[in-house]
């Protein structure tokens, strides 16, 4: 089940919308994934992940 609460990223204020109302910066998900062993997008993910520490 997917939570409706979103956490700024800039000022880590928490909201509902999309876009921060204070600053105007973009939310993410108030909380992490929740863990399964048979975690079907984890290769996906951490492929990703590796991908986007080489680029910076």
């Known amino acids: 089940m997917r939570t409706l609460l979103l956490k700024c990223a800039q000022c880590q204020g928490y909201t509902l919308r999309a876009t921060c ?3 105007g910066a973009a939310t993410v998900m108030a ?3 929740k863990y399964s062993p048979e975690d079907r997008y984890g290769e996906y ?3 990703l992940k590796a991908e ?3 680029g910076a």
Do not use: G, H, N, V
Request: glycine share 0%; charged share 50%; aromatic share 0%.
């Open 21 to 23: 109302p204070k600053c």
């Open 31 to 33: 909380m992490p994934a």
């Open 45 to 47: 993910r951490r492929r």
């Open 52 to 54: 986007l520490k080489e």
